[in-house]
């Protein structure tokens, strides 16, 4: 019992061991049919064989009685050097033997039949043929066993042979699975040897049967590669959005720690309860994003972008109003409070930082396009063409950053199917422009 569960946890743990047992189990199986099958086959087509050789034999005696009614002497000496161990009898019409080669003669047949039949006679089975004419009738015998020894020694032989063929079969498939199975161990080796940050996808040569689970893995590859980029960007937008607000936290909470002004404390404590707040929007705004991005479909609702432009503005510390807010026609679009808040946040604080918080900055809507806009010196061609891209920086910028806020921006808009284009105003500045689909 013990000796028959390890050999099944063997077959289930290991295809090598499954495949093997199978195809050796499937081989043996037909093996046994066919050599059944074959050895009586070989025995029916030996039996015949030696039928008609009885038949042939008892033909040429026939033919070669002389008129004294005797065997001559040239067929016995025939016969005896083939090694044949035939008895003969021949009687004449009335049944009276005239010859036979053994002291009990064969009995007369009454019933002649030309083709071998078996008779019981002198204690053993014989196989005879008749041959008979008006006059006289020729009787020659053969003993079973004979038969029986000749078929025996064909089917040993045969036998033999299949086993031999057998005995080197079984260690031609065994190797034969083993090399088939080789693609499944070099993916195995190529697996076991890679680096655990290894996520570029396998380029094996592999048989057919392979190539779905080689392009599976590649695919599970490309998943997990895309799951721990969207984890490191996360990780970078949080980094980046919340190094400001924190910033602002800390200076409040000083100067709250180090005036000796009650009034200045209050307010300082004021607006660290702001900053804590606007962080923990930001932060929702930042994990609403970052499940986007992990599959989740966006739930769209009405917005008006004049109301959302205002709140931004507020919170950024700019006026609502002109020259900051310019409307015309307002639109309302189907977007995400959240995202669309963070989208635009970005794009003033990036406003701030690098045109001057002393420059003129503001949103310009005409229906459903939405234009941040500054009054400040712009950027070069070369930043024009590469801004979106994560981590980028124009060369000598001094003020600290880390190159996220506009790929931010453009994720968002994306999200949202509207169109991002950044480009320098004719009149001096910068300006983003934003297209949504209207409602």
Same mark, same amino acid.
């Given at each position: ?5 390890? +050999? ?89 033997? /005239? ?46 066993? *004979? ?8 089917? #040993?032989? =045969?036998?033999?042979?299949? &086993? !031999? ?18 693609? &499944?161990?070099?993916?195995? /080796? ?37 799951? =721990? ?64 991005? *992990? ?9 008006? +972008?004049?109301?959302?432009?205002? /709140? ?25 409070? +959240?995202?669309?808040? !963070?989208?635009?946040?970005?794009? +003033? ?7 001057? #918080? ?10 459903? #396009?939405?234009?941040?806009?500054? *009054? ?5 061609? #070369? ?13 000598? /910028? ?42």
């Amino acid at each position: 019992m013990f000796g028959l569960q390890r +050999l099944r946890a063997l077959l289930t743990r290991s295809l090598l061991s499954r495949l093997t047992a199978l195809i050796v189990l499937a081989t043996l199986l037909s093996w046994v049919s066919f050599s059944l099958v074959l050895l009586y086959e070989v025995r029916k087509e030996t039996s015949e064989l030696l039928d008609k050789q009885l038949a042939a034999y008892t033909d040429m005696l026939w033919q070669n009685l002389g008129d004294d009614d005797d065997l001559k002497p040239y067929q016995a000496s025939h016969i005896q050097q083939h090694k044949l161990q035939l008895a003969f009898a021949l009687y004449d019409t009335e049944a009276q033997l /005239q010859s036979s080669n053994l002291a009990q003669a064969i009995p007369y047949q009454s019933e002649a039949d030309d083709a071998p039949h078996t008779l019981q006679w002198a204690g053993q089975l014989w196989r005879i043929c008749v041959r008979q004419d008006d006059e006289r009738q020729l009787i020659v015998a053969e003993p079973i066993r *004979h038969h029986r020894k000749v078929v025996a020694e064909i089917s #040993e032989h =045969l036998g033999q042979t299949a &086993l !031999l063929a057998l005995l080197l079969l079984l260690p031609l498939l065994v190797f034969a699975i083993r090399r088939g199975l080789q693609p &499944l161990q070099q993916v195995t /080796q190529a697996l076991a040897q890679r680096a655990p940050d290894n996520l570029a996808p396998l380029t094996l040569d592999v048989p057919g049967e392979i190539v779905p689970m080689r392009d599976r893995l590649n695919l599970l590859f490309a998943q997990v590669s895309a799951t =721990l980029q969207r984890e490191r960007r996360f990780t970078a937008d949080a980094a980046h959005e919340l190094r400001t607000p924190l910033a602002g936290l800390r200076v409040q909470i000083e100067l709250a720690q180090g005036s000796p002004r009650h009034d200045t404390r209050e307010r300082a404590l004021g607006r660290a309860l702001e900053g804590v707040d606007r962080t923990t929007r930001l932060v929702a705004q930042l994990l609403e994003m970052s499940r986007l991005e *992990h599959g989740d479909s966006p739930v769209f609702s009405p917005l008006n +972008l004049a109301d959302l432009a205002a /709140q931004v503005l507020q919170e950024a510390g700019i006026p609502a109003q002109p020259p900051h807010l310019l409307l015309d026609q307002p639109a309302q679009i189907a977007g995400h409070a +959240l995202l669309l808040n !963070l989208l635009l946040r970005n794009l +003033l604080d990036n406003a701030q930082r690098y045109a001057g #918080e002393q420059v003129l900055i503001g949103i310009e809507i005409h229906g459903s #396009e939405l234009l941040v806009f500054d *009054h400040g010196c712009g950027v070069s061609e #070369e930043t024009l063409t590469r801004l979106g891209e994560r981590f980028y920086r124009p060369a000598g /910028q001094r003020m600290p950053g880390a190159g996220l806020g506009a790929s931010i921006v453009l994720r968002i808009a994306q999200l949202h199917g509207a169109t991002l284009q950044f480009a320098n105003r004719p009149a001096g500045g910068f300006q983003v422009r934003i297209t949504f689909k209207p409602l």
